[in-house]
């Protein structure tokens, strides 16, 4: 037979391993919209201009549905007509937008292309010249154990034979 001392400690035991656990779990909060916002729109504008191309203007419309898909904690592109860069695992917004920069360094502005094969998408996509509105949103998604995060831009960028045209040094 158990004795009361020992139940109450097994329970005690197990409360402390509860409380461990959900200390140690990953924290369940995103930038809030107006964070994504200032950092996405601050960050994009920083790196457009070092590439002498207009600033670009905030789409709420695309901020919603950067949203949509956020909130699905679907990993995985949903564009619709827009271009769209997705990201997860990152602090914020800025460290995404810079992260997407730095494919910087694997592109060939003589040719329009990528070098060795290597992704340059969502830097071309981030100083795009024709593209001139952006939407982000970040939610944290359990199954991902992370934030998602997702810009959304139109007009869409990244048209073959278009790179030489819109993608320029810094």
């Not at 504008?45 to 600033?55: A, D, E, I, L, W």
């Not at 007509?81 to 990201?87: H, K, L, M, P, V």
């Amino acid at each position: 037979m158990v004795s009361s001392s020992s139940l109450f400690k097994f329970i005690a035991l197990i409360a402390l391993i509860a409380v461990q656990a959900v200390l140690a779990a990953p924290s369940a909060s995103a930038p809030n919209a107006s964070t994504v916002k200032a950092q996405a729109l601050a960050a994009h504008n920083k790196y457009r201009t070092k590439h002498h191309v207009p600033k670009l203007k905030w789409s709420v419309k695309l901020a919603e549905h950067a949203r949509t898909v956020t909130t699905s904690c679907v990993w995985g592109h949903n564009m619709r007509g827009t271009g769209q860069n997705i990201a997860y695992g990152y602090p914020s917004m800025k460290a995404v937008v810079d992260a997407w920069y730095n494919e910087v360094s694997d592109y060939n502005y003589a040719s329009g292309q990528s070098l060795n094969g290597k992704v340059t998408g969502h830097f071309t996509q981030v100083v795009w010249k024709g593209t001139t509105e952006v939407g982000c949103a970040a939610t944290y998604c359990s199954n991902l154990r992370a934030t998602y995060y997702v810009c959304d831009y139109s007009p869409p960028g990244n048209y073959y034979g278009e790179y030489t045209k819109n993608v320029f040094k810094p």
